[in-house]
């Protein structure tokens, strides 16, 4: 039960922690993308589609990443040089991509709403040489599927790519101070549309993954919302990868324990289903008193701008 | 040419139950009659009367709705329209109106046949229900399943679960694997295409998914045990086609249960030889007790709470027919 | 990322009332064009489409009134999230304001026995404080802890609903297939004028809002102060002005709007609190707020834009059989466009943004 | 303009226009190989613009560049940069949450394969450079956390790094005690000599004269004048700066200081931002109809002291009264009690850089306009419109954000809003902090009005010239403490630098080094 739950935990933090590090570049490059969904279900429906026709995983995988970034170019794009702002381009694109997905998914693929087909390969789980057989721990960590254990590789690979290199700084200076990096002669644009694009290519990840990894099968906004839990994620850590990549990780605990908590209490689902987002507002709240105890007592008045 | 509105519940197409099944309908009576048909898809339940009433303004031959919630929004509009036809698909028992033709599905009886497949079925005697929304319409199935799975072995654990969510097939991945972890081996998915997720976990897990609406046995063929298929089209089509014929009856319930080819669990070649034979035999049977009236298949709306309608020895009430009313 | 960033790209469309009015023109231009070509790529007539979704919510009494009605509760959610922002509050919880006003509203509604001049007011009352309440929380947060209010809405938003069809599916359930509660009684139903819609007294409460909102931004001193803390929250805590407790109380009386905005959905549209009524009013209402560029006179020109298609849609899905789809990307076009640009990049001189000297670097919590 | 090879910077015509505003017409300037030029000019004269157009921020609209004899059109910094050019800009452009060395490499990184960069040759390099210069530095110091003179030199720093040959510094003098500023000097003149070519604006005279080889005078978008700096006097620039002649220093009455109490802080106590203990211990009064200047480094607590006293900080201990009622951690209760504040931080605190000059002129005065909660706009626009002609804002329109204005504009929309109020306690943190030489002029004599209308002024700064023009009485706050309460008439700029420098606890016995390097300056 225990070793399922959290095998069930890693399986369901997989696309927020994809989103999760997809938002997070944006947001150390100072933009707010609440698009996340948008680029997301793209990549979902490209993928499915991609895979049905080829019948390959792998240009499946990045014909949705591919198309994911198309609409993060096209945020980037209204935001960078038509200069709309960030927020409501975002908003804007998301609904673009749920109604064009399922314009498409008619247009394309003749389905009304639901589009799934028994000769789109699956992923095969894949079991990991010496710790699948470690008591506990190898039921939880071995046989997930390729891209569960990518999207947990790419957590230290952002981590790395942000504090180790030249991109990292330059990236994290443009959201500290643009004003800075412009008169140090970089290029912020281009990192802004960079990270925007980059930001497609996680979440290409993570659609990609949700409807060929998670299950095999593409539906009419199907994210549900899981960008929006990923961006809470994000602010949450202060964009930080791996604190955000935890706060990602207890929230799918949280989930896969609501999921299982039926049979066991016998309590109203609705009731249920509250666990994950009563639990991160907790943990906030836990990490805001722990903030600020001490600094209200002599620090200066703070209001913090987002 | 005969003109046909069908408006859809606020879940709208792609639902893979009512709305899909209705528009199903609709094309083969669009070829069959020489009509032809609009779907109008209202966003709310706020919607459904400026939507009846504007199609009513332009004059189709039929407006076809389905929904309990547009029971009211349709007879506001039918007083205002006295000559407007009006259909209303699976609802309740009460005639609506004069200018209105309402049917009943007997989903209940099905999912009884369904669940009673299952228990005969299962090797691990426990079964599962992924329901979406926490709905009455939806305890409706559960309760049907319930009392079929209880019928052919009172020792059948069945477990209840609601994914909240109609169109997150991963949620409905996750319920169901959750369900699978504790031993069940069949899992009924009455969850639009949250479904989806249950026959994909069926697959994953070589267990059995049912499902539900239309015939989803091709889903997987082999981990879908049968499907509970409602023929919401099959009344579409009737009611296109008693405009088509002058047999429309204002007022009118009609009934789609077994005895009618309402409901139905599917058999096709992609489950063939998932079930026994002598279950087959059984289930054959357990029919025509049905429709003879000797078995009475509790419908979730006419339960009382704690009531026991059916079934010997005494049975556990489930806690949704526990909460119901 | 930072308030000042809402600044950065001045000018939304339809705020101001005449001047800006010519940029709105070119981006709907661009943006009809744009979707005429996705109308022609499914192989439809644009033309035929344009001119029936015009129609559809334009002509006639029955679609012009399904216009109003299909704006009304976008009047309350986006007027909500246009103060808030306005004030450099992020209030994306509007959503869940609106189903917590909705609720009350619902429960006062028919467990209340009172004449309609008592009761009417009452519910409305109710229903502002149940937004209200939901409002709290988030914005108590940030002042207290500084916790971000994005987050905290975000997660408010799911529990409202949650607990919503809780409470309408096992504590409160009226009898019956329905997951809501039972009917409002007669004394608190806001009236409707039309067979056709349900557009309500509702729609003049939210018109009148924005109106009262307008006078407020633009005359008052409580709008001048939340305009500044909007656009430096330092400068207006150093300048004398309350912050913590303005940006409480642009909180509350945001999610009190948002909430009066589940009234009329529940006192005028539904009759009833309807478990998952809301097909998403709280981000319309944001991009209706942003369009506006927070002015509460473009909140109303904003939602009747919205309005209009999605009146509109139900018409064009009447007479094309196309589907719900189509306008929704077309709406989206139209608000990815509006909120672009263009104009300048096009008609003005070339030149690239300024250095960013007014918005400075988006500050970040340490 | 001359062709000879020594001129490695010459503009010649450069026109920029902001909309229909036109910040520079046609202003031509050559800069030599191994000289200091100064560039003076009053708030708004275009100086700023003129050099961030050099430095490629800015596109210019007519006009040319030549840089080392060839033509140039810069897009962008990074290619100004890659030319040689460097700029300090006085509101540093900083990452203030990385460390020195990040700050210095950012742009030009040194890499170790993989795109990763390589920290320790970033730091070797950084060590080394500071050295090179005489510019002491730890590079892995987290600007945030540095002194303004430290964030400075990391400024001066990051174009030498990229070898800059054209330095261009925009009032880097403006935040400087005086200590630092001789170090600064000194630093150019080190450059200089080793071929560099220094651009340097600044509004004080006596540095022109002091450190430059050449000085130009701007006014209204031109070079009005270039002129070698020999023979010059302070009143001939600022003749020349401003059109007519100016007071370079107030004239004021003896100071009549009654024995009203209007600012008294007893015992205070107050951390700073990460907890350390930054006033420690504190005690003072300021009466009415005095002056009082406190002048202390940078960093030593004084914005702790100040904001503990505007309510924008709660104290630790101790107490805080304004005019006799008790401060509170609430600027607004501060302010009703009779305060009026001109902060230093004029963009995060003191203005709302993207409102409206209007709107920044009203803010803590909104209660005077309108009834009930009614504004009445007009009337705040026509008193707004009155004080920008009344404080000579240059540049300004009631509804252009106050972030389109030049510096020392800003400050005087501050000085504006806040000198007005009715208020009977002034705080005027660097009141004259980029201001010219015109407005420092008037903006000192608005500060002894006010004294000799009986209020009470409370100047913190910086600069010692400021405190010594102003006060009647200085206060030297040194890490937290009070370490000297000094009558202005009787003591001298070297005394309070000392103790400003912690070298003094007792009356001072001249230290030679130290007033002979503050006599190359006054
Ligand atoms: N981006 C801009 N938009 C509009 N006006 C501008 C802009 N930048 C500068 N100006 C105007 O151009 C003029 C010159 O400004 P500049 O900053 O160059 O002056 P300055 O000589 O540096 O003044 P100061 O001594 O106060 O720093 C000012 O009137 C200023 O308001
Ligand atoms: N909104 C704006 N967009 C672009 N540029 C602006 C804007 N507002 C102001 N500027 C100009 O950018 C320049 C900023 O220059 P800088 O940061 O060197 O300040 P400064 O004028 O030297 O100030 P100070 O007098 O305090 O030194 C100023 O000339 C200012 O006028
Ligand atoms: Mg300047
Ligand atoms: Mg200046």
Known sequence: ??????????????????????????????????????????????????????????????????????????????????????????????????????????????????????????????????????????????????????????????????????????????????????????????????????SGVFCGLAGAYLSLGYVSLFANKMTNERGLIALAAIFFAKGRPYPTALVALLFGTATALSVRLPQMTGAAPQLLQLIPYVVTVLALIVVGLRNARGRNRHGAWKFDVT | KLRVAMITSESGLGDRSFNDMMVEGMKRAEKDFDAEYVVVQPRAVSEFQSAIARAAAQGFDIIVGSSFDMIKPMQEVAKAFPDQKFGLVDVGPDPLGPNIVSTVTKDWEGSFLVGWIAAKTTKTGKIGFVGGKDIPIIHRFFVGYYYGAKMANPATEVFESYSGTFTDPAAGKEYTLALINQGSDINFAVAGATSAGVIDAAKETKTFAIGVDSNQNYMAPGNVLTSMVKRVDNQAYDMVKSVSDGTFKGGEVKYYGLAEDGVAAAMDDNNKGLIADAVLADVDTLKAKILSGEIVVPNYFDLTPGQKEMGTPPMATPPSVANAK | MSTEALDAAPSFPLAGLVKPLVQPLVAVAIAVLVGGLLVLALGENPIEVYSILVHGSLVGWPNFLVTLQMMSPLLFTGLA???????????????????????????????????????????????????????????????????????????????????SGYVSTHLLKAPGPTNKLPDIADTAALPTFSLYSQVNAGFVIGL??????????????????????????????????????????????????????????????????????????????????????????????????????????????????????????????????????????????????????????????? | MSETPLDVVSISGVVKRFGDFTAIHDASLTVRRGEVHAIVGENGAGKSTLMNILYGLLPRDAGTIELFGRPVTFSGPAEAIAAGVGMVHQHFKLAPSFTVADNIILGSEPLAGYGRIDRARAERDTAAISRRFGLDLDPRAVVGALPVGLRQRVEILKTLYREAQILILDEPTAVLTPQETRELFATMRTLAESGHSIVFITHKLREVLAVSNRISVMRQGRIVATLDNEGVTAQEIAGLMV???????????????????????????????????????????????????????????????????????????????????????????????????????????????????????????????????????????????????????????????????????????QIARELTR????????????????????????????????????????????????????????????????????????????????????????????????ADHVH
């Open chain 4, 243 to 413: 059109g007519r002649s100016v007071l370079l220093r107030v004239k004021k009455a003896k100071a009549e200081a009654r024995d009203e109490v209007l600012l008294k802080v007893d015992g205070l106590e107050a951390r700073g931002e990460r907890g350390e203990a930054a006033v420690d211990g504190l005690s003072f009064a300021v009466r009415s109809g005095e002056i009082v200047g406190l002048a202390g480094v940078q960093g030593n607590g004084q914005d702790e002291l100040v904001e503990c006293i505007a309510g924008l900080r709660r104290p630790v201990a101790g107490s805080v009264e304004i005019c006799g009622t008790k401060a509170v951690a609430d600027p607004r209760r501060n302010r009703a009690a009779g305060l009026a504040y001109v902060p230093a931080d004029r963009g995060g605190v003191g203005l709302s850089l993207a409102s409206g000059i209007w709107e920044n002129l009203t803010v803590g005065h909104i209660e005077e306009f309108g009834r009930g909660p009614f504004l009445a706009i007009k009337a705040a626009r026509a008193r707004a419109a009155e004080l920008i002609r009344r404080f000579d804002v240059r540049g300004a329109t009631l509804d252009k954000p106050a972030g389109s204005l030049s510096g020392g504009n800003q400050q005087k929309v």
């Open chain 3, 208 to 366: 009148v809002l924005c109106l009262v909102f307008a006078v407020v931004n633009g005359g008052t001193k409580k709008g001048f102060e939340w305009k500044i803390m909007g656009l430096n929250p330092r400068f207006a805590y150093y300048g004398g002005i309350r912050v913590p407790l303005q940006a409480v109380l642009v909180m509350m009386l945001s999610g009190g709007i948002a909430g009066l905005g589940g009234a009329e959905q529940v006192l005028g549209e539904y009759r009833a609190f309807y478990d998952n009524f809301s097909p998403g009013y709280g981000f319309d209402g944001i991009a209706v707020a942003m369009l506006a560029n927070f002015h509460p006179v473009g909140v109303v020109l904003a939602a009747f834009l919205f309005g209009a298609l999605n009146g509109g849609s139900a018409v064009l899905q009447m007479m094309t059989g196309l589907s719900k789809y189509l306008v929704q990307v077309l709406q989206f076009i139209i608000v990815l466009i509006l909120a672009a640009q263009f104009s300048w990049a096009f008609l003005g001189s070339r030149r690239k943004a300024p250095p960013a000297h007014a918005a400075p670097a988006a500050p970040k919590e340490e």
């Open chain 1, 1 to 198: 039960m225990d070793a399922d739950l959290a095998f069930s935990a890693i399986r369901i933090s997989t696309p927020l922690i994809f989103a999760a590090m997809g938002g997070l570049l944006t947001y150390q490059a100072g933009m707010l993308n609440i698009a996340l969904d948008g680029f997301m279900i793209v990549a979902a429906f490209a993928a499915i589609a991609i895979a049905y026709a080829t019948g390959s995983l792998t240009i499946a995988v990045a014909g949705g990443v591919a198309c994911a970034v198309v609409m993060a170019g096209l945020l980037a794009l209204f935001n960078l040089r038509f200069r709309a702002h960030i927020f409501i381009a975002g908003v804007a694109v998301t609904f673009l991509a749920y109604g064009l997905t399922a314009l498409l998914l008619r247009g394309i693929l003749g389905e009304e709403g639901v589009f799934s087909s028994n000769t789109i390969p699956n992923f095969p789980p894949i079991a990991i040489p010496f710790i699948k057989d470690i008591p506990v721990l190898g039921r939880v960590l071995s046989g997930h599927t390729l891209l569960v254990y990518v999207a947990y590789l790419c957590v230290p690979v952002v981590a790395w790519s942000l504090y180790r290199t030249r991109w990292g700084l330059r990236v994290r200076v443009v959201g500290e101070a643009e004003d800075a990096a412009l008169a140090a002669g970089i290029r912020v644009e281009r990192i802004k549309v960079q990270t925007m694009l980059l």
């Open chain 4, 422 to 517: 009715d208020a009977r306690l002034v705080i005027a943190e660097q009141p004259s902090q980029g201001v010219d030489i015109g407005a420092i002029e008037s903006i000192h004599r608005t500060l002894v009005e006010m004294r000799d209308a009986g209020r009470a002024v409370f100047v913190v700064s910086a600069d010692l010239d400021e405190i010594f023009s102003l006060s009647d009485r200085i206060l030297v706050i040194y890490r937290g403490r009070i370490v000297a309460d000094l009558v202005a008439s009787e003591t001298d700029p070297e005394t309070v630098g000392r103790y400003m420098g912690g070298l003094e606890e007792a009356p001072p016995a001249a230290a030679a080094s130290v007033s002979e390097a």
């Open chain 3, 81 to 163: 999230v246009a103060i808030s922002f306005r004030a450099g509050l992020w209030n994306i919880g509007a959503e869940g304001q609106m189903i917590m006003g909705a609720l009350a509203a619902g429960i006062v509604g028919y467990a209340v026995d009172l004449p309609t001049a008592l009761h009417i007011p009452l519910a409305l009352i109710a229903a502002f404080a149940g937004g209200l309440a939901w409002a709290l929380l988030p914005a108590l947060l940030r002042v207290w802890l500084n916790l971000n209010e994005l987050v905290v809405c975000l997660m408010l938003n799911p529990i409202a609903l949650l607990l």
